[in-house]
């Protein structure tokens, strides 16, 4: 890990930084960082499949990873990411390059969306359970230098926060706990939980260097 | 135990963002979001940092996800910028394969930002063939006039079908007595010939102004001013340099009226 790689590529576009590369059919040299994204998408909005072809190539992997954390369940993480995936495609139209990255805009469906399944699914009972005895680990099987990089200073900047911030924030992220869940599991007051991960996200929005 | 009321609603940007709330808590943290102009803004940078946390879980996709993926994208529909399903209170009538509804005038902020936002892209699609610094001037004016149809208190949009290929996005604003025109998807013409706009009133089409050509098939957003009551707006291919009265079928058309 190198400090010295600029932040974020390509200066203040604010860009979702190089992506899971895929060399397969449908995949374009450009469209390496989240403005060519950005232009992907407003090609997908025209039914462009070769973009849609290439947005997948740079956020598949993503999309399924979120949704693997969250929802543990491989078969039902898949089944997840294929409609995130297929809203991307459905719903290209609707993203606002103003108001964010394309990266950020799939990402945050995707997250979103596997949340949602997970609590139309279980009683939140039972979910702290699980959350409680799953273990925090992120596994990455990142494919390229660049979102190993990525990947490597995500953690740095987490490694920044409070002990208290880290937790909460991993527990809500990555395991799609609600604040009163996280508080329950923690033993913290709510109140407390919902300050943390505001202060926590807003270091870690400086930390990445995000708009 | 439920104190949302009771607490600043400001200290639920963390939450909001890391998807946290329940589903009561975050209808009532959108419609805060939809009054404060600098938390919406806080929450969208907190979400660009939360959507970063999923670098650390990149996985490779198994094999036949692309195809599958692909395969239900091709057969799948998408739709146009922010659609929203026709307003009951504010009927249109378009051309004949059109389908369209304005949204009402009850629609709230969040649909003229959506709408804003759907022409921004197509401001800076159209912006990457603009070369010259006058083009820029012209384009800077332009889209400052655009920002004050969409700015409207009774600004509504609706897309509409061309006949013949492609569709349309109209943000209309009755107290400006004007709207903002994009399309996407027409058929290209031969360069002797343009896409006019025109109104056409109780005395007769009046000419509207020429479309620009469209760059990746998206044409830059255009106002039109001067709308009368009665007025429809309607589109037709004409030699390129404007004719004052159509001279072939209208691609599209849309009644005004409210």
């Known amino acids: 890990m190198t400090d010295s790689q600029p932040w974020p590529p ?3 576009h604010g860009a979702g930084g190089p992506g899971l590369g895929e060399p397969g059919p449908g995949g374009r040299a450009d469209g390496q960082d989240g403005g060519d994204l950005a232009v992907l998408l407003g090609q997908v909005a025209r ?92 596994d990455v099987v990142a494919e390229t230098v660049a979102a190993r990089l990525d990947a490597e200073r995500v953690r740095r900047c987490l490694g920044s926060l409070t002990e208290l911030q880290q937790e909460s924030i991993t527990l809500a992220y990555y395991r799609g706990c609600t604040y009163r869940e996280v508080a329950a599991l923690l033993k913290v007051p709510v109140g407390t939980v919902k300050t943390r991960m505001r202060d926590g996200l807003i270091r870690l929005r400086d930390c990445l260097g995000v708009d | 135990m439920f104190r949302f009321r009771r607490t600043d609603p400001h200290t639920l940007a963390g939450a909001y963002a890391l998807d946290a709330l329940g589903d009561a808590d975050r209808a009532r943290f959108e419609r805060h979001l939809s009054g404060c102009p600098s938390c919406a803004q806080e929450a969208r940078g907190l979400q660009e940092a939360t959507s970063r946390l999923a670098d650390t879980l990149a996985t490779a996709p198994p094999p036949g996800m692309r195809e ?32 369209a ?33 006058q083009q820029l001037n012209q384009m800077r004016d332009g889209s400052r006039a655009i920002a004050a149809v969409l700015n409207e ?88 340099g404007g004719t004052r009265h159509p001279t072939s079928p209208m691609i599209l058309q849309v009644d005004l009226s409210s």
Do not use: C
């Open chain 2, 101 to 133: 509804g304005w949204r009402g005038r009850g629609a709230r902020r969040w649909g003229m930002l959506v709408a804003a936002g759907a022409l921004g892209i197509a401001l800076v699609l159209g912006g990457l063939a603009f070369r010259t610094e």
């Open chain 2, 68 to 99: 599958r993926v692909m395969a239900a994208a091709a057969r799948t529909r998408q739709n146009p910028p922010a659609a929203e399903t026709p307003h009951a209170g504010w009927p249109a009538r378009v051309g004949s394969r059109g389908q």
């Open chain 1, 47 to 138: 039914g462009d499949e070769v973009a849609y072809g290439a947005v997948y190539g740079q956020l598949a992997g993503h999309v399924l990873g979120v949704a693997r954390s969250v929802l543990r369940d491989p078969a039902q993480a898949e089944e997840v990411a294929q409609e995130v995936l297929l809203e991307v495609w459905r719903d290209a139209a609707r993203f606002d390059a103003a108001r964010g990255t394309a990266k950020g805009w799939v990402l945050t469906l995707a997250h979103r969306r596997s949340v949602d399944r997970v609590r139309s699914e279980q009683a939140s009972a039972d979910r702290e359970q699980r959350a409680a005895r799953a273990d925090i680990s992120y």
């Open chain 2, 153 to 240: 208190p009774d600004a509504a949009m609706m897309t509409v079908t061309a006949t013949t290929r492609g569709s349309a996005t109209i943000v209309m604003s009755h107290r400006a007595r004007a709207l903002v025109f994009t399309a996407a998807r027409l058929p290209a013409l031969p360069s002797s010939q343009r896409y006019e706009l025109w109104l056409m009133g109780l005395d007769g089409p009046r000419a509207a102004g020429m479309l620009p050509p469209a760059r990746s098939g998206m044409t830059v957003p255009v106002i039109v001013s001067g709308l009368r009551s009665g007025d429809e707006f309607a589109v037709s291919a004409e030699p390129a």
């Open chain 1, 10 to 12: 390509g200066g203040g």
